[in-house]
């Protein structure tokens, strides 16, 4: 458990208790990720995960998953113009990865198209829209200022690129064929589900429509369900 901020202004602990406080959090979370991936390895090996549902398992959270999760997380957010400008020096880092993961990829380790591309993902994307958000709040549970940043810093630096980027991306590098036109990629991701929810949760958010009341509260109860 982490230690609370007036407690410690008053002394009652020291910055050793601090550091041994959030080390202890990063160890727990680190214990539950582990944990995930154990609980996963034990399903595929009895079958319950397998290559014949790979397709379907995708298809679902691709399809239905992803979209509700960006669509409630963009439609309650409020973002100040500090967390934007946060956000816009994330951009300029992702940014970065993406080059300098195209560069090591293509020419250092000569991957092949649909590994770089998959390389070039997980280098800008992986891991900070995967355990990111979650670390933080584990970390500072109890400071609702810094829980609200990482809320917005994520999903308008890691939420949008991702499923516009991201996903054009992949029909780049994972299309069978060697190129794709640049039309058929374009009409491709607009039609694609995790992105129109993406348009709609952002259009949701800046009309200022109601997250509260008759019918408003079915439709985002039911994306938090999901």
């Not at 516009?164 to 640049?182: C, D, K, Q, S, Y």
């Amino acid at each position: 458990m982490l230690i609370h901020v007036d407690e410690y202004r008053n002394h009652r602990y020291t910055p050793f208790h601090l550091s041994l406080s959030m080390a202890s959090s990063v160890a727990a979370f680190v214990g539950m990720f582990l944990l995930m991936v154990a609980i996963t390895l034990v399903l595929r090996r009895y079958g319950v995960f397998s290559k014949d549902s790979a397709a379907s398992l995708s298809a679902v959270l691709m399809r239905v998953i992803m979209p509700t999760v960006i669509f409630h997380s963009f439609a309650r957010a409020n973002p100040e113009i500090y967390q934007l400008m946060a956000t816009g020096i994330v951009y300029m880092a992702e940014l970065l990865s993406a080059v300098a993961a195209f560069i090591a990829g293509r020419w250092l380790l000569r991957l092949e198209r649909t590994a770089l591309g998959v390389f070039i993902i997980a280098c800008t994307f992986g891991s900070t829209s995967l355990i990111g958000n979650s670390l933080v709040q584990i970390l500072f549970k109890d400071d609702p200022t810094i829980l609200s940043m990482s809320m917005i810093v994520g999903q308008f630096a890691f939420g949008i690129p991702t499923n516009t980027i991201g996903v054009i991306l992949a029909m780049r590098f994972g299309a069978l064929e060697r190129r794709v036109p640049m039309k058929t990629l374009l009409l491709n991701f607009t039609r694609h589900p995790s992105v129109l929810a993406l348009f709609a949760g952002i259009m949701w958010s800046l009309l200022g429509l109601p997250a509260r009341g008759y019918g408003f509260d079915i439709i985002l109860g039911t994306c938090t369900f999901i």
